[in-house]
């Protein structure tokens, strides 16, 4: 989870919101890494995608068997789903997000029984530090937009 949340500050440092990700191993062994992109033009670019696709061209096959899957923030419904379409065992994640979280929070896809496949999920690990820079990020984010408005009017 520290490297999740260096990923996470990397993101926030530039202007995304700070969310980051790795993938690991069955020896716990960083694979795949990813940190919010969205802002920078890439409507798909979620810490997670990215780290997704990092592991699997790391060990050459799209099935991430095996793997664990750490986040700083209870990812998203398409982000849920890619962690099931790529075959990740378990994913943690250090704080749910009430209000797009699809690991719990709205809604469980990875655990939906529907499903082929199915994840392990472990939360809290870290959530304090994960939450703080979310906060800090948006309090940042809403005075810097009020300082804003307030000279352009």
């Given at each position: ?96 997000d009430p209000k797009a979280g699809f690991c719990g929070s709205l809604g469980n896809l990875v655990q939906d029984a529907r499903l082929n ?37």
């Amino acid at each position: 989870m520290a490297e999740a949340l260096a990923l996470a500050e990397e993101s926030g440092a530039e202007g995304e919101i700070p969310v980051g990700a790795v993938v690991v191993d069955r020896n716990g062994a960083i694979i795949g890494r990813g940190r919010n992109r969205r802002e920078s033009g890439d409507p798909l670019g979620h810490a997670e995608l990215y780290a997704i696709r990092e592991a699997a061209q790391t060990i050459g096959d799209w099935r991430l068997e095996g793997t664990t899957m750490v986040v700083t923030l209870e990812p998203c419904a398409m982000c849920a789903g890619a962690l099931v379409n790529a075959r990740i065992e378990k994913l943690i994640f250090a704080t749910h997000d009430p209000k797009a979280g699809f690991c719990g929070s709205l809604g469980n896809l990875v655990q939906d029984a529907r499903l082929n496949h199915r994840l392990v999920v472990e939360t809290g690990l870290m959530e304090e530090r994960a939450r703080q820079l979310l906060q800090d990020f948006f309090r940042q984010l809403r005075q810097r937009d009020k300082t804003e408005r307030w000279q352009s009017g």
